[in-house]
Each structure stands twice: as structure tokens, then as C-alpha cells.
T-cell receptor, first 116, second 114 residues
Framework: GAVVSQHPSRVICKSGTSVKIECRSL??????MFWYRQFPKKSLMLMAT?????????EQGVEKDKFLINHASLTLSTLTVTSAHPEDSSFYIC????????????FGQGTRLTVV | AQTVTQSQPEMSVQEAETVTLSCTYD???????LFWYKQPPSRQMILVIR??????QNATENRFSVNFQKAAKSFSLKISDSQLGDAAMYFC???????????FGTGTRLKVLA
């Protein structure tokens, strides 16, 4: 199957700083990428959908100024958590799908963010 | 809006035995897809099985099969001949045809006992 890679897998940052998480599709072009947040022992909650070359579409309740998403190329989307606070600590997962057809999205391995 | 409900936070099964994980969903759409994803300790989400709502035949993938009851909006996963490697969180999910927004349930943690 297709490979989606996230980097870093773990990151610790200080409160008030910003942190960037990358999501790459390694062997296919991803026209659409998705960012999820998973709280401990909880389900995945969709944060936003990003299409290459256009602005991301955020789900209700997600602060777009806090969670900046950029999808500048067909193989890379980035999520930047700005002015991070301890409550932003979570597991962030991206997924990506090829354009066209009826193929499912593939998930990255996730990034554990800890804000101290 | 779509909702997915998994009422079993945790299940246990003896190695080589069979276990069924429950899932119910609600959607007003007529064309949708249902999934079971496995999340092992590595946290990588792995697609286990997929069911198209318009197909009456239950999907199967080796030891994994589903019981899809469309009228009841039920979509259970049966794991036969359970193996230690099956231990993981299992998420039921739904997406509407034409979109790729997956709505996930809260998950069921499966423990496999040796």
C-alpha cells in the first residue's frame, strides 16, 4: 500500500512556542490531506482538510489561526501549532489520498506533541 | 451529521478463539462506506476491512469479516482464530461517498490472551 510519513514522531516544546509537523506522501501524489487529533484513549477527531494549492477547510471548533495548515505541494502538508499551550498536547495524525478514483486515504504514523 | 458508536471500550479473547466487535452508525446519506481500522501500539492506523453500503454481501479479508445490517445500521467485525498480533485498538469509521472525511467511533481495545 501507499506510504504516508509524518515527522517528527515525537516533539516536546515549551509553552508559547510554535511547532511544525510534516506529513508526506512518499510514493504517490496526494491531492487531499487530512489532519486529525487524537486525545488519550479517545477517537480521532478531524481538524481540517487541505487540498493542494488552496486554503484548508477547518472543522467547526478548530481555531484556524492556532492550527496553521499548508499544503504547498502534492506530497507535503504541514500543520503548525502556533503559540502552543499544554492543552494542545495530543497525538496528531495525518492522512492522504490520491486524486481520482475511489481509493481510501492512507494514514501517517502520527506525532506525539507534548507542550511543557 | 454522521455518528459512529462503539459500545465496547474493551474486549478480551483467547488466542485461536473468535471475537466480535460491535459498531452502530447513523447517517442520512444513502451512499456511504464503512470501515474497521486497527491501531496497534505503534499508533499507525491500518485499514482492516471496508464495506460499501450498496453491497449486501458482507466483506471478508482472511480472518476478518463483517456483519453488515443496513436497516439496523449495524456493522460488527468478527475476528476468527485470534492471534496475539491482533491485540490493538479497533476503530469503526464511516464516510460519505464523494467525501473523504472519516467519522470514527471511540474505539474498542482488544486484548488477546495466550
Amino acid at each position: 500500500g501507499a506510504v504516508v510519513s509524518q515527522h517528527p514522531s515525537r516533539v516536546i516544546c515549551k509553552s508559547g512556542t510554535s511547532v511544525k509537523i510534516e506529513c508526506r506522501s512518499l510514493d504517490f501524489q496526494a491531492t487531499t490531506m487530512f489532519w486529525y487529533r487524537q486525545f488519550p484513549k479517545k477517537s480521532l477527531m478531524l481538524m481540517a482538510t487541505s487540498n493542494e494549492g488552496s486554503k484548508a477547510t477547518y472543522e467547526q471548533g478548530v481555531e484556524k489561526d492556532k492550527f496553521l495548515i499548508n499544503h504547498a505541494s502534492l506530497t507535503l502538508s504541514t500543520l503548525t501549532v502556533t503559540s502552543a499551550h499544554p492543552e494542545d498536547s495530543s497525538f496528531y495524525i495525518c492522512s492522504a489520498r490520491r486524486g481520482g478514483g475511489n481509493t481510501e486515504a492512507f494514514f501517517g504514523q502520527g506525532t506525539r506533541l507534548t507542550v511543557v | 451529521a454522521q455518528t459512529v458508536t462503539q459500545s465496547q471500550p474493551e474486549m478480551s479473547v483467547q488466542e485461536a478463539e473468535t471475537v466480535t466487535l460491535s459498531c452502530t452508525y447513523d447517517t442520512s446519506e444513502s451512499d456511504y462506506y464503512l470501515f474497521w481500522y486497527k491501531q496497534p501500539p505503534s499508533r499507525q492506523m491500518i485499514l482492516v476491512i471496508r464495506q460499501e453500503a450498496y453491497k449486501q454481501q458482507n466483506a471478508t479479508e482472511n480472518r476478518f469479516s463483517v456483519n453488515f445490517q443496513k436497516a439496523a445500521k449495524s456493522f460488527s467485525l468478527k475476528i476468527s482464530d485470534s492471534q496475539l498480533g491482533d491485540a490493538a485498538m479497533y476503530f469503526c469509521a464511516c464516510r460519505t461517498s464523494g467525501t473523504y472525511k472519516y467519522i470514527f467511533g471511540t474505539g474498542t481495545r482488544l486484548k488477546v490472551l495466550a
